[in-house]
């Protein structure tokens, strides 16, 4: 580890630009990250549009480090895709909300679906399916109990064995969203693959409704798609009440932004799902 570090710093100067030093010394800290564990979740609330009642909740890592404070995913997952550290923090994050549904079943919060974000890495390598169904079975969860969100990017790059991955997910039991949809290389093959059941809709869109035409065009032609194929509808980052009742004359079934509530810890999302328990 003493050798990584120093090589890390390796071209440090002073001219260089602080972006790019911000870079190489999260580089160094993301490596001690796991092993110090700072890294934890919070989850953010997906909700029926038209009743409001929560449905499911989104895993989202948070990196508490300790002098710079919460660092955000959008910062150091591409450094950790950069290292090949991402699969690490992947399996992480996928036992820490296994780990999470079993003791909120413990505590008596009644079983919703919990969604987790898979990288393209993880997804990829010859042993992800069956560390996602060990990993369950370590928490005598059953499949169906998580939804996998995996970008049309990460579909993409598998080739020609997606169609058996999503397979042998479907035979599991295990269901999947594709994420960020009409964002990557989109395929319309991706919607019809196996163990597919949701389709979210990229907050890109979401931005401009209702105003933008073209991004209201895109949006309803995206959810007449996907009702035609079967697949539940999930817009994410709505913000307002416009674009709230907008989605939901268009069609679409569920629901994820700040109008609704901000990415939750453990024991707020506890507290949602039970009012009535004392605290
Ligand atoms: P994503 O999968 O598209 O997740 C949604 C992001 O939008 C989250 O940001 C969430 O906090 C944010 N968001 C939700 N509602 C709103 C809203 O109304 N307005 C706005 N402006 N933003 C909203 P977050 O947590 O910073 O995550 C960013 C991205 O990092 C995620 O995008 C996902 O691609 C990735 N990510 C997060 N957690 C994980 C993880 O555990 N594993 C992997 N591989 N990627 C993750
Ligand atoms: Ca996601
Ligand atoms: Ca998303
Ligand atoms: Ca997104």
Request: glycine share 6%; net charge negative; charged share 20%.
């Amino acid at each position: 580890a003493k050798t990584e570090e120093r090589n890390a710093f390796r071209f440090y100067t002073p001219m260089m630009h602080a972006d790019t030093r911000r870079r190489l010394q999260l580089a160094t800290e993301l490596r001690q990250a796991l092993a110090r564990n700072e890294f934890h979740l919070v989850f953010q609330p997906s909700v029926e549009l038209r009743t409001g009642r929560i449905v499911a909740v989104e895993a989202l890592v948070r990196w508490q480090h300790p002098e710079r404070g919460e660092v955000l995913p959008a910062e150091f997952i591409p450094v950790a895709e950069g290292l090949g550290l991402i699969r690490r923090i992947d399996e992480w994050v996928m036992q820490a909300t296994c780990a999470q549904i079993q003791a909120w079943d413990m505590a008596g919060v009644p079983p919703i679906r919990v969604a987790v974000n898979i990288s393209a890495r993880w997804f990829g390598h010859p042993a992800f399916v069956d560390g996602v169904s060990r990993t369950l079975q370590s928490r005598h969860l059953s499949a169906s109990r998580l939804m996998l969100e995996i970008t049309e990017s990460a579909m993409l790059r598998l080739g020609d064995d997606i169609e058996r991955t999503m397979q042998t997910l479907h035979t599991l039991g295990i269901e999947v969203a594709i994420d960020d949809f009409g964002t990557g290389y989109s395929s319309m093959a991706y919607l019809k693959l196996p163990a597919v059941a949701y389709l979210k809709i990229d907050r890109s869109f979401v931005t401009g409704l209702p105003g933008d035409s073209n991004d209201a065009a895109i949006t309803e032609a995206m959810l007449a798609m996907a009702k035609s194929l079967g697949l539940t509808t999930i817009a994410e980052g709505i913000e307002t009440e416009a674009q709230h009742d907008f989605l939901l004359r268009s069609g679409c079934m569920e629901g994820q932004g700040y109008l609704y509530s901000y990415p939750l810890r453990p024991e707020e999302v506890q507290r949602l799902l039970c009012p009535n328990q004392p605290p």
